[in-house]
């Protein structure tokens, strides 16, 4: 499926949920039942306190884990995060590095920056930003970045190699790569690859998890550390389910690298 129409419904959707206010969840791994987005944000792995710490409307049910809580992230940093919606990662990432330290949002949703910009103003957060613009293309210089975050995000994308190329460009040498996003253990049915609403739900761009850890290292990374996973099943058709896989993955820049390509 070409990737215009991908990017193209994935950003329909994003802007209608970002006009909603954050009352529609997105991630199939939060599917099974209705439950409140915090109750979501808990079970991808944020803590009560913490959520309770940052602005509520950040919460919107998108992500399927919690990144910024597995980066060993340090005051002073910088961190940009893929994706960053509402800005739930950024919020939380901007209270770890500090006043010292920067936490930047990325994301092609107007509708999603606007929010989070508004967000940050009104809190009064100073060390935060939110740029408007696509992950395969990040509008930021070479070598920025101490750390990159991304929650459910990279597998909305149509060019994942391209992803992890500019990834490992804006990062330090050493830096940290800690992501997490959707895999499968087979390549998906075509019916679901071609499901264009699927795709924007998180689920048809899902790769199989050993492709998805092989484009890592191809984009010039270490060997990348699956350091949490969990499964979950979506329904592809009557009385038919397909096996997902929500994981968090870590991996580094090499130190000696400038990663410009």
């Known amino acids: ?13 994003y802007s209608r949920i970002a006009e909603q206010s954050g009352q529609t969840s997105c991630c199939p791994a939060g599917c099974g039942g209705e439950v409140s987005l915090l109750a979501e944000a808990v079970a991808a792995g944020y803590s009560k306190e913490d959520l309770e710490r940052i602005p509520q409307e950040a919460i919107m049910g998108l992500g399927c884990g919690n990144p910024a809580a597995c980066g060993d992230l340090k005051p002073g940093e910088t961190v940009l995060d893929l994706g960053s919606g509402g800005g739930i990662d950024v919020f939380l990432a901007a209270i770890k590095v500090g006043p010292r330290g920067k936490a930047i949002g990325i994301d092609m949703t107007e509708q999603m920056v606007d929010k989070a910009n ?22 930021v210089p070479d070598s920025l970045v101490d750390t990159i975050i991304s929650n459910c995000v990279i597998n909305l994308s149509a060019d994942k190699s391209k992803v992890f ?57 270490s060997e990348p550390i699956i350091i949490s996973q969990r ?19 870590r991996a580094n820049k090499k130190s000696n690298e400038r990663g410009q390509f």
Do not use: H
């Not at 992501?179 to 048809?204: F, G, H, N, T, Y």
């Open 231 to 249: 499964e979950f099943y979506v329904e592809i058709g009557t009385n038919e389910l397909e096996k997902l896989f929500s994981i968090t993955v």
């Open 165 to 221: 190329r500019e990834a490992y460009r804006v990062l330090k040498p050493g830096g940290k790569l800690v992501v997490s996003d959707i895999v499968s253990e087979r390549p998906l049915p075509r019916k679901m690859q071609d499901d264009l609403a699927s795709w924007s739900q998180c689920v048809s761009g899902a790769l199989e998890r050993n492709e998805y850890l092989s484009i890592i290292v191809k984009a010039g990374f």
């Open 118 to 139: 508004r967000l940050a103003k009104e809190k009064g957060y100073q060390n935060v930003e939110f740029r408007l613009g696509e992950i395969e293309r990040l509008p």
């Open 1 to 13: 499926m070409k990737g215009d129409k991908i990017k193209k419904a994935v950003r329909d959707r």
